[in-house]
């Protein structure tokens, strides 16, 4: 059992940056593929990055490409997203997600969810 705790959202304006933190309990956090996906409002959960167990495989949506970047320190069994440039679009819950085994674009992969952490970009 994983259980995943979001941090760093708020309001920011455009241009601006935010760093995300996903915290996770367990011994077995180094085992597992992480990813952040968003969702803003009445639009589909997206995947935004994914990262594999060891951080060696990363993949980021085209949307996010070049201004977000996902890293993991499995020692403090955090991942996190590192977010520059940020515009209006960027507006959504974020998420943090763990499954086991190699990393996946698809929500429905994933076996563990955090509660989600709100990013606000104002124009």
């Known amino acids: 059992q994983v259980q995943l705790v979001e941090s760093g959202g708020g309001l920011v304006q455009a241009g601006g940056s935010l760093r995300l933190s996903c915290a996770a309990s367990g011994r077995t956090f180094s085992s597992y593929a992480m990813a952040w996906f968003r969702q803003a409002p009445g639009k589909e959960r997206d995947v935004v990055a994914r990262?594999?167990?060891?951080?060696?495989?990363?993949a980021y949506a085209d949307s996010v490409k070049g201004r977000f970047t996902i890293s993991r320190d499995n020692a403090k069994n955090t991942v996190y997203l590192q977010m520059a440039s940020l515009t209006p679009e960027d507006t959504a819950v974020y998420y943090c997600?763990?499954?086991?085994?190699?990393?996946?674009?698809?929500?429905?992969?994933?076996?563990?969810w955090g509660q989600g952490t709100q990013v606000t970009v104002s124009s």
């Open positions: 997600a763990a499954r086991r085994g190699v990393t996946s674009s698809r929500d429905s992969d994933y076996d563990y």
């Open positions: 990262i594999n167990w060891t951080g060696s495989y990363t």
